[in-house]
C-alpha cells in the first residue's frame, strides 16, 4: 500500500489530481486561444486557479503558437510592482532562451530603458526594473509590451492574472482600471485571463454598468464539481494507492461536504489516512469530526465578526427559514426589523458566509455549516 495521500487541498491541483471541469476547461481554452478575454469568478476554494493550471497545461502541449504568462496579484502591493511583473512573466513566456528574453526587453521597449537582472544559474528567468521616475510617463508602452511582441513573433500571448481583485489595494485603484482596459481592449494577439477570490469585489468590478471592466470578456460562473464526478474520482485515486471505497461511501463524502471541491478533498484525505485497505463508515465519521476539529479555529474568528442579528440569521437559514422578513421570522429568531434583516444579509452576502439560491439562502462554507449547526442548534455532527 502506498503511504502518500493522493489527495491534496494545500495547493492548486492539476493532471491527475483534478477532475471534471471538461466544460469548462474547453471554454476557457477556446476563448485563450482565439483572444477571447475570460474573467473568473466563484466562491472561495472552489477551483479558479487549479481550472486555470490545467488549462495552461493543456494549451502549452496543445497549441505551439499559443505561449501563456501567469501572474498572481497577491504578492503586487503597488501598480508599479504589477508592471514590473508583468513585463518580466511576459518576456519569460514569449521566449524560451535566456538570451533572447535579455534582447527582447532591450528591443521591445522605445521609450523606457528598462533595468535586467538575470537569476542565477541554470534557472533563466529574467526580470525586468523600471526607474520609476521616468517610466511612469510611458505606462502604456509597458502595458503594450505583450501585443507588440506577439505581433511581431507572430504568437498568441495568454496573460492569466490571479486574485485580480487585489488592484482594489492600489492607490487610486479606479485609474488603473481605466487605463488596463483602455489598453487591453485594443490587444489584438493577447487575451486576458482573470480570475479571483474575493467574489463580491470580482462581481463589482466585471459586472457592474459604471465599472471600466464591464463587459470585458466572456464570465465564467464556475460551479461546483457535480456528484457524478466525485463518486468515480473519489475510487480511482483510493484505488491509486491500494485502497478501495464503495461508490455510496465515496458518494456520502462528496455530498457530506456538498461537493465543494476543497473540503471534499480534505475530508478524503482524512479518511485515507484513518483507512485501510478498505474504507469503512466509521473511518468517514472520525474523518469528519477531525475536518471540523482541524478547521474549528477559522469558524469561531469567522463567528467573532458577526453581528447579532446575523449569528440569528444563520441560524433562520440553517434551520430552513425562506422568508426571511415575515412576522414570525423575525420574531422567533430575534431579527429586529425588516431592516436589520437586509442589512444583515447584505453583510452575509458580501462575505461569502450565504449564498441566494433559487428558493432561499444557504451557506456557502459547508464546514462551518456542520460546525455552527451543532454549536448553535445542538445537531450532532455526521456523514451525509
Ligand atoms: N478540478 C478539481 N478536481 C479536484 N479537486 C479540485 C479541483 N479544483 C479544485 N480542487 C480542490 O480545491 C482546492 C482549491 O482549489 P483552488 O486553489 O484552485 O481554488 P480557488 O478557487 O483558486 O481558491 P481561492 O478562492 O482560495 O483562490 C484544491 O486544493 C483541491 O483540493
Ligand atoms: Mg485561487
Redo the contacts with the bound molecule.
Keep these: 500500500m502506498a503511504d502518500e495521500s493522493p489527495?491534496?487541498?494545500?495547493?492548486?491541483?492539476s493532471r491527475e489530481?483534478?477532475?471534471?471541469?471538461r466544460q469548462e476547461l474547453d471554454r476557457l481554452k477556446t476563448n485563450l486561444s482565439s483572444g477571447i478575454n475570460t474573467v473568473l469568478i466563484?466562491?472561495?476554494?472552489?477551483?479558479?486557479?487549479?481550472?486555470v493550471?490545467?488549462a495552461v497545461i493543456e494549451l502549452r502541449r496543445q497549441r505551439k503558437d499559443v505561449r501563456v504568462a501567469v501572474l498572481d496579484l497577491f504578492t503586487a502591493g503597488s501598480f508599479e510592482e504589477f508592471l514590473e511583473s508583468y513585463a518580466s512573466a511576459i518576456l519569460q513566456a514569449s521566449s524560451g532562451k535566456w538570451e533572447e528574453r535579455v534582447r527582447d526587453a532591450k528591443t521591445f521597449f522605445r521609450a523606457i530603458v528598462p533595468r535586467i537582472n538575470i537569476g542565477a544559474e541554470p534557472a533563466s528567468e529574467v526580470s525586468i526594473g523600471f526607474e520609476w521616475k521616468e517610466a511612469r510617463q510611458h505606462v502604456g508602452e509597458i502595458l503594450d509590451l505583450p501585443e507588440r511582441i506577439a505581433a511581431k513573433k507572430k504568437l498568441k500571448l495568454v496573460v492569466c492574472i490571479?486574485?485580480f481583485q487585489n488592484l482594489a489595494n492600489w492607490s487610486d485603484p479606479g485609474q488603473v482600471e481605466k487605463l488596463l482596459r483602455a489598453h487591453w481592449q485594443r490587444h489584438k494577439h493577447v487575451s486576458y485571463c482573470l480570475?479571483?477570490?474575493k467574489r463580491h469585489m470580482m462581481r463589482e468590478l466585471f459586472n457592474t454598468a459604471r465599472k471600466p471592466f464591464y463587459r470585458f470578456g466572456d464570465i465564467i460562473w464556475?460551479e461546483r464539481?457535480a456528484l457524478e464526478h466525485w463518486v468515480p474520482?473519489l475510487q480511482e485515486r483510493f484505488r491509486s494507492t491500494g485502497r478501495t471505497i464503495t461508490a455510496e461511501l465515496a458518494s456520502s463524502l462528496a455530498r457530506t461536504m456538498g461537493c465543494h471541491?476543497?473540503y471534499?478533498?480534505?475530508l478524503a484525505h482524512f479518511s485515507w489516512a484513518a483507512s485501510g485497505r478498505k474504507v469503512r463508515a466509521e473511518d468517514l465519521r472520525g474523518a469528519l469530526d477531525l475536518l471540523i476539529a482541524t478547521n474549528q479555529p477559522l469558524y469561531q474568528r469567522e463567528c467573532e465578526i458577526m453581528s447579532y442579528t446575523q449569528t440569528n440569521l444563520v441560524k433562520a437559514i440553517l434551520s430552513g427559514e425562506t422568508q426571511l422578513t415575515a412576522q414570525r421570522v423575525m420574531h422567533d429568531y430575534q431579527l429586529g426589523t425588516p431592516r436589520n434583516v437586509q442589512k444583515a444579509r447584505m453583510a452575509l452576502e458580501g462575505n461569502d458566509v450565504i449564498d441566494r439560491t433559487k428558493d432561499g439562502y444557504e451557506l456557502l462554507d459547508p464546514g462551518f455549516a456542520l460546525w455552527f449547526a451543532r454549536e448553535f442548534l445542538g445537531r450532532a455532527i455526521a456523514p451525509a
Aim: charged letters at 25%; zero cysteines; hydrophobic letters at 30%.
Design positions: 489527495f491534496d487541498f494545500g495547493s492548486t491541483v489530481a483534478f477532475t471534471d471541469r466563484s466562491p472561495r476554494r472552489w477551483g479558479k486557479s487549479s481550472l493550471e490545467q490571479d486574485e480570475y479571483g477570490s464556475l464539481i474520482f471541491p476543497w471534499v478533498q480534505q
